[in-house]
Structures are given as structure tokens and as C-alpha cells.
């Protein structure tokens, strides 16, 4: 029998960190089956409060980004309200820009520099020249914003007059069209070719200043961008520096000033084990206060400091320094994957709220209980009681987490892909729950040691599932003992490799010869090629 569930696993949706070429197996085969990644509870991208959960590029966004090198393009949220003057564009672009549900108008990089730059604010507030601005610096002011707000379903008389407050997947299209608009205005005015030349730091410089002056003011500096187009980029810099704009604009304008003559990017922020001071070039912005975030109000993101940052920290078992850096971004990304959250890396209210959560169910501060016996190992007897009865998990909506499991969810454990539901009272026994728990506490154990969250496949297979998917007979996946999963980043043979030379680190074996991590709780030696 072919395997259906590698039949509807795109090479596309795979990723290329855990397997490429993925082989049809037969029936009645010893070897495991692959299963697609479990989705969120309800069937799509849960809305964190941060945005659109789409991550491709629209193609407007795609024509003008055109010259721009690969990256990740997913977008970040923007901290506080800070003053900025507009450029135009379109209805159109706006429209393009939402075309695709995404707001990934342009590389990571660049549209993190102008969120830090210009703040986030979902409600109006007059900026220091008077102007009525929402979102990323969205001036209400401008000739086209009516246009704009509506070809995207905004009641621009509300917003104005303060009586709506936008949500984040609004401020997110507004903030597309910009992006789109400012890229393709930057473009023209320093001409396509020397554009397309340019560094990705000098880049960000003259979008970042279209976004502040509009392209009008930035055509005004003639000298400056004649010299970037003759590749004089000391020069350029001293146009900038010697400007009125230089003196208005503060620390933004040092910023692009540094990038334009040297022609690095924004520095990245520090974080403790990372190495380094702080570069110049890199401005820490306070983060808003947590029940702000709570309310959908402000998220907290890569760049913010202070008390919010520290409490996030403390509930992800980071390193606590108060600073949102790369590698607190990358441990909230993680935890997002794991909960079936938008993976971008920002906390907005959902993402609080699941943290929060955890921390408050689970032993010591958010950790599972560890049995020092064991090696670490979550105390199996300890948890053994509280595993829940069908019923509760099920009033739950699957959502409630696993006894002694961490950050795995009864959703991670019962969700059937290929029927894209989950699994029925009738295939769900008392001991299948039992091992599930058991399975979830050693899962946790390995998640903790790579420092990396389990991403699942499938967990528990029912039998008429398991053979209609052309399953192993007698697959510990019956039993609720054993999980296919992938970690973000690494090869199945690099976590297969570490969990071998590990003692202890899992108490059972798994598959190997396979381009996903399968272990169960019933093997003591490992098996396949």
C-alpha cells in the first residue's frame, strides 16, 4: 500500500532541515510511516494578535523586492508611537499588498529597522507636527489614506476620530502598501540599476528615509545621491550629516548615516552568550507594558528592553537580562510552533496567554517535574493520577496541556493528519492516555536538551487509521507510545545521532534510515537501516 500521508506531504511543506527525498513504503513493512506536521486545533493559523499568517510574498511586494537578497520573510511587530511624515501610493498597492493574506511586503531586515524606527500604535495619536497617525507611522493626513483604508475594509472616519482601534492584521496591510510604496519609490529616485547595486544596509538607508521624508524629500538630497550613485559612499554619508534632517531626526539619522558609509546592515542585538558588546548602530527600545500586550494593544518583539522582556524570559527558561534579542526570539518562535501558533517571533496576546498558561499548569515555574533518578527524566508515578479522561480533554478542545508533558498538548497527541480530525472516544483508551503522558514526559526531556521545540508529525494511530495510512501492524503509534517529529534546524540524523550518544537522555529507541525523528517508548534498541 502507498503511503497517502507521504503522497500529501509537499516537498515544499517539508523543509529542507529534516529530509528531502521521502520513499513510499509497502504493507506489512517493519518501517515506520511518515506523517505531515499535526496544524493548529482549528484547521488553520491561529491569529496571534500579531497579524496575517501567511508567508508569501505578494507580487507587487515581489516585483519591487525584486534586487533584494534571500531572507526569511516574515514580518515583526513594532514597539512604541514615534512622529513620521508619508509617502503615497496607491489603493492598488494596498490591495496588492493584502492580495496573498500576508504581510511580507519586503525582507525581514528591513522591515524590522523601520518598525523600531517608527513604533506601532493600533489606536490614532497626533504626531509632533499635529498629524493624526495609526499603525507603523500611517498618517491620516496624506492624500490617499482614505482610499487606502477602505480597499482594505478600514472605516477611516472611526480610526480618525479615535472610535476603532486597529487590529494587528490591519496595521500589518497599511504597513504592506508602505513597504511596497516606499521600495518603489527609493528605487526610482536613486535610479533601478545603482539600486540594485547597492548593499543591503544602504538599501534599508534610503527606503528607511522615504519612509521618513517621503520621496520628494528624499529626492532633495541631490548631492548625496549623486554620490551614491557614483559609488562614493563616504560622501553620500557627509551629504547626509551635514543636512538640517540630520539634526531633526536624532539617533535614526546617525544610524543611516554609519550604514550608509560603511554598508552593513542594522547591528544585531546583544544577548548574554552571544559574544560581543553592543554595536553603535543598534537602539534598544522600551517594551510596552505586559497588560498591554494582553490586550491586543502593543506585542513585544525583537529590539525592546525592560520589565515585559524579563518576565518573558523567566517564563521560557532563558538566560533573564531584559533584552529581546536573537536568541529570545528564536526560543519564542519555538514555543510557537510547538503551541500551533504563527511562528514570527513576537508575543502578542495569544502567545502571552499560551505562556502564561504553561506556567501556571505546569511544576516549578513552567518546568516539568523532574525525577533526579532518572536522570531528569519527568516523574512518570508523580503525574500518573492526573492524566485526564476523554471527556475532559475533549471539553478542552484538545487544547489542555499533557500532565508532567511541558508544552505538549492532547491536540499534539490525538490529532489523526490525514483525516484531519482527532482521534474518537471509541479509539482512545485509559492506557493509551497513560502512555501518551509517559511519551509526552520523555518528549519534554529531549526538547529541554536540544534547546529546541518537537515539531510533531503524528503521534497516535487507531487501527483502521494506521492501516489505511499503510502503517507498521503492529506500530507502537497504536499505543499512544510512539511520535514522529521533526526540530527546527536540524537534520533527523543530527537528533537521532545526539539522542544515541546521550545516556538516558530517552528511555526507549526509534527508526533510523528515515528524514524524520521517530522514537517510541517500546523499542530498547534502535532498528531500520
Known sequence: MFDREHAKQSEGSRGGSWGSSLPSHQSGSTKEQFCPVVPPA??????????????????????????????????????????MSRNGGTAEDAKAAASHGGSDGGNDTLRHYIEVNEGRKAKVYNDTKGHPTVGIGFNLDRGNARAVMKSLGIDYDKVRAGQAILTDAQINHLFDHDVVTATRDAKEVVGSK?????????????????????????????????????????????????????????????????????????????????????????????????????????VLQLGQEGPAIKRVQT???????????????????????????????????????????????????????????????????????????????????????????????????????????????????????ANIARQAQALSKVSAHFGKQVSIHCWLRPPAYNAKIGGATNSAHLRGSATDFHMSG????????????????????????????????????????
Open 315 to 433: 517564563l521560557l527558561d532563558l538566560a533573564v537580562d531584559g533584552r529581546f534579542g536573537p536568541g529570545t526570539e528564536r526560543a519564542v518562535k519555538d514555543f510557537q510552533r510547538l503551541h500551533h501558533l504563527a511562528a514570527d517571533g513576537v508575543i502578542g496576546s495569544a502567545s502571552l496567554k499560551a505562556l502564561e498558561t504553561r506556567h501556571s499548569t505546569t511544576p516549578s515555574g513552567g518546568a516539568p517535574a523532574r525525577d533526579p533518578g532518572a536522570g531528569g527524566v519527568a516523574n512518570t508515578e508523580e503525574h500518573a493520577g492526573d492524566v485526564p479522561g476523554y471527556a475532559d480533554i475533549e471539553k478542552q478542545k484538545f487544547q489542555g496541556g499533557i500532565p508532567g508533558g511541558g508544552a505538549f498538548t492532547w491536540h499534539d497527541a490525538l490529532w489523526l493528519p490525514s483525516d484531519k480530525r482527532h482521534a474518537k472516544k471509541s479509539e482512545v483508551s485509559t492506557e493509551i492516555l
Open 42 to 83: 482549528d484547521g488553520g493559523g491561529i491569529n496571534d494578535g500579531n497579524g496575517p499568517r501567511s508567508s508569501g510574498v505578494s507580487t507587487a511586494a515581489a516585483k519591487v523586492m525584486s534586487h533584494w537578497a534571500d531572507g526569511v520573510h516574515k514580518p515583526h511587530q513594532g514597539p512604541n508611537g514615534v512622529p
Open 194 to 298: 545603482t539600486f540594485g547595486e547597492l548593499s543591503e544596509g544602504r538599501r534599508i538607508v534610503v527606503i528607511d528615509m522615504v519612509f521618513n521624508l517621503g520621496k520628494a524629500g528624499l529626492a532633495n538630497f541631490r548631492k548625496a545621491i549623486a554620490a551614491i550613485q557614483q559609488g562614493n559612499y563616504n560622501e553620500a554619508a557627509k551629504q547626509m550629516k551635514d543636512s538640517a534632517w540630520y539634526g531633526q531626526v536624532g539617533d535614526r539619522a546617525k544610524r543611516n548615516v554609519e550604514m550608509m558609509r560603511s554598508g552593513d546592515g542594522p547591528a544585531d542585538s546583544h544577548e548574554p552568550g552571544h559574544g560581543g558588546s553592543k554595536p553603535s548602530t543598534h537602539v534598544w527600545h522600551q517594551a510596552p507594558a505586559l497588560s498591554d500586550v494582553r490586550s491586543g494593544l502593543a
Open 490 to 529: 536540524l537534520t533527523a540524523e543530527q537528533v537521532r545521532k545526539e539522542i544515541r550518544a546521550t545516556h538516558g537522555l530517552y528511555p526507549g529507541a526509534g527508526e533510523t534510515g528515515v528524514s524524520w525523528v521517530h522514537l517510541d517508548l517500546e523499542h530498547t534498541k534502535w532498528f531500520g537501516k
